[in-house]
C-alpha cells in the first residue's frame, strides 16, 4: 500500500462478516489491550520470512520505526460455532509484528507465538503445528461501567515460553491518532484491523489463519508496568525499552471468529487447509 491508499475502503472490506464454515471458532474477547512498540527494523529482519514479507515503517520520534505488539486478553467462551455448547474460558496473549505480505501488499501480522490458558493450546498444536504455549494466567481486571474505564488492569503469565507482567492504568479517553500515522482508518486498518496472520509451523513451514471482527472501541491506556520475557530472549527489546510502549489500547469486550483451519502459505494465490 502507498499513500493514495484508501484506508477506509480497505478497512470496510474486512468488516464484511465473513460466511460461517464447520471449523471456525466464536469468542468473546473480555479485558482486550494493545500494547504496541517501535524499534528499529533490523532487529525483527531476521525473525520474518522476507521472501514473503516486509516490515513497514513509520516515523515515530523523528526516525522510521517498526511495530510490533503484545495482546493480552480473557477469551470468555471460546467455542466452535457448530459445537456451541463445548465453551471454553482462558487467558491469551499474542505476540505479533505488524507486516506487509509482498504478494497482495495488504497489511497483516506476523507471529511469534501466541500463551494461552488452557489444554486447547494442545489440541492447535498437535493438529496444525500453531506456535501455541500453555501458561498459567493469573488476571485482575476491575472494569467500572458508570465511569467506562479500568479501576484496575493487571495480568500476570508464566510460561516456559514467555513469562509476562502487564499493568496498565486506563485514562478512559478515546484513542488519539497516534504517532506514525497520517489517518484515524490508516491507524485502524493497520494497528487494530490486520485480519491475516501468518507464523512459522511446528514443521519449518509458514502458516496462515484469518479473523473477522467488528471495530474494536478502544480507550487510551498508560504503562505502569510491563514485562515480556519472549522479547528481552529475542533481543528485541531491553527491560528499560519495554516500559515504554509506543502506545497502549484497551477494550473491555469485543468479539472475533476465527476462520478455522489454517493454511500452508506458499505465496500462491490459494493455500491448501493444513
Given amino acids: 500500500m502507498n499513500s493514495s491508499t484508501n484506508y477506509r475502503g480497505v478497512l470496510d472490506q474486512r468488516l464484511v462478516p465473513a460466511p460461517n464454515r464447520f471449523m471456525d471458532v466464536r469468542s468473546k474477547l473480555r479485558h482486550f489491550a494493545l500494547v504496541n512498540y517501535a524499534l528499529p527494523r533490523s532487529r525483527l ?12 515503517e513509520f516515523m515515530i520520534a523523528g526516525r522510521p520505526q517498526a511495530l510490533m505488539s503484545a495482546v493480552p486478553f480473557y477469551d470468555a ?7 456451541p455448547f463445548a465453551k471454553f474460558s482462558f487467558g491469551q496473549t499474542n505476540f505479533r509484528v505488524y507486516v506487509i505480505d509482498r504478494r497482495t501488499g495488504e497489511h497483516a501480522v506476523w507471529f511469534f507465538g501466541t500463551t ?8 492447535a498444536k498437535g493438529a ?3 506456535p501455541w504455549h500453555h501458561a498459567r494466567y493469573q488476571i485482575e481486571c476491575d472494569y467500572d461501567g458508570r465511569l467506562k474505564q479500568y479501576a484496575r488492569y493487571r495480568y500476570q503469565i508464566r510460561s516456559t515460553w514467555c513469562n509476562a507482567r502487564v499493568d496498565i492504568e486506563d485514562t478512559g479517553l478515546p484513542a488519539p491518532l497516534l504517532e506514525g500515522f497520517n489517518t484515524p482508518d490508516e491507524m485502524k486498518l493497520i494497528l487494530t484491523h490486520p485480519v491475516d496472520g501468518y507464523f512459522y509451523r511446528s514443521d519449518g513451514q509458514v502458516g496462515k489463519y484469518s479473523v473477522w471482527h467488528e471495530e474494536i472501541p478502544f480507550t487510551t491506556g498508560r504503562a505502569k508496568d510491563l514485562y515480556f520475557s519472549l522479547y528481552e530472549d529475542l533481543g528485541l527489546l ?4 519495554m516500559q515504554n510502549p509506543h502506545s497502549v489500547l484497551i477494550c473491555p469486550q469485543t468479539e472475533f471468529k476465527v476462520l478455522l ?14
Wanted: charged share 20%.
Fill in 45 to 56: 529482519e531476521a525473525h520474518i520470512p522476507a521472501a514473503h514479507f516486509r516490515i513497514p
Fill in 77 to 83: 467462551d471460546f467455542h466452535f460455532i457448530h459445537l
Fill in 116 to 123: 494461552l490458558g488452557s489444554v486447547v493450546v494442545y489440541f
Fill in 128 to 130: 496444525w503445528g500453531i
Fill in 238 to 241: 531491553s527491560k528499560e525499552e
Fill in 261 to 274: 483451519p489454517p493454511k500452508l502459505y506458499t505465496g500462491a494465490k490459494d493455500e491448501n487447509p493444513l
